[in-house]
T-cell receptor, first 114, second 111 residues
Framework: DAGVIQSPRHEVTEMGQEVTLRCKPI?????LFWYRQTMMRGLELLIY????????DSGMPEDRFSAKMPNASFSTLKIQPSEPRDSAVYFC????????????FGPGTRLTVT | GENVEQHPSTLSVQEGDSAVIKCTYS??????FPWYKQELGKGPQLIID?????GEKKDQRIAVTLNKTAKHFSLHITETQPEDSAVYFC??????????FGKGTRLSVIA
């Protein structure tokens, strides 16, 4: 099994640009989660999907952030326009049985906004 | 909502000694408590978890204990090795609510 796949692994962009992060969950998993990790705030849940449907997006910081899951094998997290304070590591995770069960994390995307 | 506190934030031990990391949670309805290990440049990896119907679970050198009355749970690593050096996160959730993570403990095992 390839595990959760994220791309790109690193992204450097200028303030105001659009950023799109991509995630492929583990095949057969029906829940997908987007997290943001910073030194100051730790691991924060941004949004999670169950069977491709967004269930809880209360962690999405602003309207500049949006996430989609068009099918069971692909999800995107978009930031438009990006700001320097969005610099962080963004993780995608998937779970077979729901949010309170074993979650498997991808390697993360390190985003730097200058 | 749930709040998870984790202590200590950093921990240094000599190789071969034991390491203990403690977490407290606020929601008495929480019933799932996983522990994750994050190595530099990688995503968190689940190493052990426990559910509220048991008080202790062990997997080789790693054990987790749960005290539901006091609402705290702990990770115990025995015979520590340099490869145990990493950041460890505890988390808690109940039913269909998402995991809430502690702030993490940076463990350094000194050879």
């Amino acid at each position: 099994d390839a595990g959760v796949i994220q791309s790109p692994r690193h992204e450097v962009t200028e303030m105001g640009q659009e950023v799109t992060l991509r995630c492929k969950p583990i095949s057969g998993h029906n829940s997908l989660f987007w997290y943001r990790q910073t030194m100051m705030r730790g691991l924060e849940l941004l949004i999670y999907f169950n069977n491709n449907v967004p269930i809880d997006d209360s962690g999405m910081p602003e309207d500049r952030f949006s996430a989609k899951m068009p099918n069971a094998s692909f999800s995107t997290l978009k930031i438009q326009p990006s700001e320097p304070r969005d610099s962080a590591v963004y993780f995608c995770a998937s779970s077979m049985t729901g949010p309170s069960y074993e979650q498997y994390f991808g390697p993360g995307t390190r985003l730097t906004v200058t | 909502g749930e709040n998870v506190e984790q202590h200590p934030s950093t921990l240094s031990v000599q190789e071969g000694d034991s390491a203990v990391i403690k977490c407290t949670y606020s929601d008495s309805a929480s019933n799932y408590f996983p522990w994750y290990k994050q190595e530099l440049g990688k995503g968190p990896q689940l190493i052990i978890d426990i559910r509220s119907n048991v008080g202790e679970k062990k997997d080789q050198r790693i054990a987790v204990t749960l005290n539901k009355t006091a609402k705290h749970f702990s990770l115990h690593i025995t015979e520590t090795q340099p490869e145990d050096s990493a950041v460890y996160f505890c988390a808690a959730s109940s039913g269909n609510t998402p995991l809430v993570f502690g702030k993490g403990t940076r463990l350094s095992v000194i050879a």
